[in-house]
């Protein structure tokens, strides 16, 4: 067996020598006997983080309002290896960076030998060559040393803080904020719990498993081996490798992240729709990560005779209410504040934030894994509509951030019209008043 791992992986020995500590920086070199791990790579937004017009009219911006101030803030998480050698300080020469180096790699992912804090990326490399995974007992090959690492196995706890603390970003003193609280979030989930007790690391959702070998050479073990992919929130703006299959695999994660519930009846002053919204599969509050930038809404249209009688957030999160009839639709984000009050899209000017998600799943008193909020939209009627329909709606980013970003002339306008809406399926709700029914559900949780 190692005779055939080292004669399908020699082209990525010429030149070195065995013992050395160091691992190659390109991917594509892990690609060579990992196709399938590297192409899931590739199409990431790990391999993404730093190609993104966004990210980079974001730190642009972030820097020239701070003098420089913002200093690798950002880049030390979208371009780490990069940060580390000293290629960039600040992330405004990435150009200049080989792309061996752009973004979150194979290398500095699989190097990690201790994690040693909860956010703001506190990890140590080890030097010594080996790559480390959740795989046991891995099989000697003479391509590079391979260590299990807890951190790396998805059946365990531990591996949950590999991936949480880069997920957790607080800002720069003078006033640090807690920014970004994707793994606080999931630490107070009902997901946090030991895997015999129904508990699911960061793995287990993102990184879904399959079986097979873990190197495509001749003779590897059969392993269970994991996705690449990461689906999450953020896609690809511009031409990438697996563009459509990265949406793809969002929309399925989107799908079973919330369910809803609708009930139409008549109240004192007319008539009531309540929606009732529950996260039910997210491993933290909805939407998670950067949510200061993402927008979830939820529109609500009511029919009677053909006619509209009733509409919230058809125009999307942003706009003001028009009026009694159409009130300010209903939307989860964060909301950052300035040191005034004034509300901001920098973060970098905010003293604190306003959260307004969709909590995260956490045990009631009897250790029932549920939780839900509710809204009433009443508008006065004394006569049942004919049809109501509810969806929910998301956007990676919202256009009111987007806008800013074009007029200051830090993005393409564009890049800006790139940015999908999606519909989360498990919250879409149709009521008939034919039907004789006065709650309605998705069909899979009746």
Known sequence: ????????????????????????????SCGRCHPGHYREWAGSMHAYAVKDPVFRAMNRLGQDATGGKLGDFCVACHAPLAVRRGLTRDGLN???VPETLHGVTCQFCHTVEAVEGGHNHPLRLAGDGAVRGGIADPVANAVHASRYSALHDHARPESAALCGSCHDIDTPPPTPVALERTFR???????????????LTCGGCHMPGRDGPAADVPDAPPRRVHSHRWPGVDVALEDFPDKEAQRAAIQRLLDSAVAGRLCVGMGKRGVELRVTLENLAAGHAFPSGAAQDRRLW???????????????????PEPPAQGAGDPRPWVFRDILRDVHGAETHRFWEAARIESKL??????????????H?????????????????VAVRLRPIGRDVLDELVRLGYLEAEDREQVPTFGLGGARLSWRAAAGRTCVEPAARR
């Open 1 to 28: 067996m190692r005779r055939a791992w080292l004669a399908a992986c020699a082209p990525l020995l010429a030149g070195t020598v065995l013992a050395a500590p160091t691992l190659p920086d390109d991917p594509a």
């Open 94 to 96: 990435l150009d200049q």
């Open 185 to 199: 979030e999931w630490r107070t989930s009902v997901y946090a719990r030991p895997r015999d007790r129904g508990g």
């Open 298 to 316: 939820v529109e609500v249209s009511a029919r009677r005779g053909g006619k509209q009688v009733f509409a919230s957030g058809l125009e999307g």
């Open 358 to 371: 969709l909590p995260v799943p956490v045990a009631d008193a009897q250790g029932r894994a549920a939780h």
């Open 373 to 389: 909020v509710s809204r009433t939209y009443r508008y006065p009627d004394r006569r049942l509509p004919d049809t109501v329909e």
